[in-house]
């Protein structure tokens, strides 16, 4: 059996689903890269910058709440999240540890 016990190299990582399909309702990678680039803005300049990384990601089967994200190690879900709600997720959840309620999908 295998352990993992190690580190993780961010503190914060952040996969926003890009994901275009025709078929059924998809967060799109419009949208997704649009949150994507937006979480880079703000983290520019921060100094917690190299620990903390936001990226593209495929579809995370929750299609019908997107535009969608999942921040680990904590493993919570974000829907219907617009390019308005990165700032409060970065500085909130990202920055202070406090995720963000109104966002955060449950299952
Ligand atoms: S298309 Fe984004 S969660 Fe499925």
């Given at each position: 059996m295998y352990l993992c016990n190690a580190m993780s190299k961010y503190k914060k990582h952040v996969f926003v689903c890009t994901n275009d399909r025709e078929a059924k309702a998809a967060c799109g990678s419009v949208r997704g890269m649009e949150l994507i680039n937006e979480f880079k803005e703000l983290l520019k300049?921060?100094?917690d910058r190299a620990s903390i990384r936001a990226q593209r990601a495929g579809c995370l089967d929750v299609c019908a709440l997107g535009p969608a994200l999942v921040v680990y190690p904590d493993a919570i879900f974000y829907g219907?999240?617009?390019?308005?709600?990165i700032k409060e997720i970065v500085l909130?959840?990202?920055?202070?540890?406090?995720?963000v309620e109104r966002l955060m999908l449950k299952f």
């Open positions: 300049d921060h100094p219907h999240v617009s390019k308005e709600d909130e959840h990202l920055i202070n540890n406090r995720p």
